[in-house]
């Protein structure tokens, strides 16, 4: 049973009630967040019993906001691979390097853990009608989820975005709106047609249940290396939904006992053609500035200005980490690497992370056995056009 409390507004600290549909803290426009009864949990549930249910992210399901087991959907999310990554890490000098391989997830992204658990929660609060905009992954999960789960959804992309996201969204039969233009200019259009036609908008950090989704990579990482967690995390940021998720889950995991104190240094990878989060890092800002947004060939990385900055750039101080820009020209040399070496056909924004990996141990920032882990966020099949 989900032990969800309530919502918190992480900038003023004013909490919200959970149980009816909302988007973001009024007074400070911040994205809300899931607040969970974690004493109760931890005095209630073991963390064994936790590795011994069934697969997939419904396992976490004290520490997810949906209270009706019937209103969890599935497609089987959750519980990636870690896989060692032996040849690179040699070639790097490094010990123990891994990669948390998204790319098996339903729909070839871990788009899907943030789709099954916002929409799952959007229908448990009575939501008839879903959209969102999407540089292409997260549309094709949201399609998808929406078909399985009987909802009619909308799904807003910039009309270059790969010809699989549209394939995938017109196959579960959503309504998919082209849009001329940036990642930006959908979330435009979907906030305002939203608005008039009643729907709700699912949109990164827009409602508060998405990242709670993403949170369950963090979860499985402990797990997977016995509660103690590693060195450095190395994660491909767009909207961060999956960088703040973790950091989350981290949080709550040593509120319950089940981690110590120590943390990941949290690492953002971005692409040179868009680094809003890299520019904030360097000049000591606490918010990004809309950064210049050139086509890349690591579409989820295309985002000029992250609604959730100030808690991407809190995890990454607080972490003691880093953001480092990666060239398009690294990021294919890395998927090259990944796939001939490893046998892991990448998609570009988990390639990145190799590409950053690499600026990383240049520069000595990577000790020989601290153990990495690079997050392959998606399939590299879903790029192919
Ligand atoms: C959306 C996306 C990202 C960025 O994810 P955030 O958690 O929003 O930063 C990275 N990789 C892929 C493949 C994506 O689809
Ligand atoms: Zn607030």
């Not at 396992?59 to 896989?83: I, M």
Request: net charge negative; with cysteine; proline share 6%.
């Amino acid at each position: 049973m989900s032990t969800l409390t309530g919502l918190q507004c992480p900038e003023c600290g004013e909490e919200y009630e959970a149980d009816v549909v909302q988007t973001v803290c009024e007074s400070c426009d911040s994205p809300l967040l899931a607040r969970y009864d974690l004493a109760q949990t931890a005095r209630a549930l073991q963390r064994e019993r936790v590795s011994g249910r069934p697969a997939g992210l419904w396992r976490w399901a004290e520490l997810l906001p949906v209270r009706d087991p019937e209103k969890r959907y599935t497609l089987g999310e959750g519980d990636s691979p870690l896989l060692p990554l032996r040849r690179i890490g040699e070639r790097l000098g490094l010990k123990r390097l891994y990669v948390k391989d998204e790319g098996v997830n339903p729909t070839g992204t871990f788009k899907a853990r943030g789709m099954a658990v916002a929409l799952s929660r959007a229908i448990e609060l009575g939501v008839e009608e879903v959209g969102a905009p999407t540089a292409g992954n997260a549309g094709g999960a949201l399609a998808n989820y929406a078909a399985r789960a009987r909802v009619p959804a909308h799904v807003y992309m910039p009309r270059d975005a790969p010809a699989s996201n549209q394939a995938e969204v017109l196959a579960a039969g959503s309504d998919l709106q082209l849009v001329e233009g940036t990642i930006e200019d959908a979330g435009r259009k979907a906030a305002a047609e939203a608005r008039t036609r009643g729907w709700m908008n699912l949109s990164t950090f827009r409602e508060p249940y998405r990242v709670e989704g993403k949170k369950t990579m963090g979860l499985e990482l402990a797990e997977d290396f016995e509660w103690e967690l590693p060195e450095v995390v190395i994660y491909p940021t767009g909207g961060g939904t999956g960088l703040v998720g973790m950091w989350k889950a981290f949080e709550e995991l040593e509120e319950m006992g089940w981690v110590d104190s120590s943390r990941p240094r949290m690492v953002s990878v971005q692409s040179e053609a868009c680094a809003p989060i890299v520019d904030a890092m360097q000049s000591g800002a606490d918010r990004a500035v809309a950064a210049q947004s050139d086509p890349t060939r690591a579409p989820g990385l295309r985002v000029a200005k992250p609604y959730a900055d100030r808690l991407i750039l809190r995890a990454l101080r607080e972490s003691g980490g880093a953001a480092v820009a990666v060239s398009e020209g690294q990021i294919a040399a890395s998927e090259a690497e990944l796939a001939s070496s490893e046998g892991i056909f990448a998609c570009p924004e988990g390639a990145a992370t190799l590409a950053g990996l690499e600026l990383l141990v240049e520069a000595g920032d990577i000790k020989p056995d601290d153990r990495v882990v690079l997050f392959n966020t998606g399939h590299g099949l879903k790029y192919l056009s």
